[in-house]
């Protein structure tokens, strides 16, 4: 019988042993989950505001396209000049200019 009660016992405590084991794994996995929940919220925030940038950005682009346009359509200022006068390439002020004719049509 004794070899029995040992066996009941080593058996209990192997048992113990585990689920102490089983309850830091579980916990390093809650650990885990949470900083990867943390990780991706940031992410999505992030990727809002960054949508968020791009259509300010976007809406600052069509309001200086529309002050090219008035330049060059009502004042009838050459890009050159232009250039000159906002320290921006010839290109850039066509592409805004473009762009704002585009955003009205």
Not at 37 to 46: I, K, N, Q, V, Y
Not at 86 to 97: H, I, M, T, V, Y
């Amino acid at each position: 019988m004794p070899a029995t009660s040992t066996k009941v016992r080593a058996r209990e405590d192997a048992r113990k042993a585990l689920l102490q084991r089983k309850e830091e794994l579980d916990a390093e996995k809650r650990r885990r989950d949470e900083r990867e929940t943390e990780l991706a919220t940031d992410f999505l925030l992030g990727s809002q505001d960054r949508d968020t940038a791009r259509a300010a950005e976007h809406a600052a682009e069509v309001e200086m396209g529309r002050a090219v346009d008035a330049l060059v359509s009502d004042l009838r200022l050459q890009y050159a000049r232009l250039a000159d006068l906002l320290g921006q390439p010839e290109s850039e002020l066509k592409r805004l200019r473009q762009l704002a004719l585009e955003a009205t049509s």
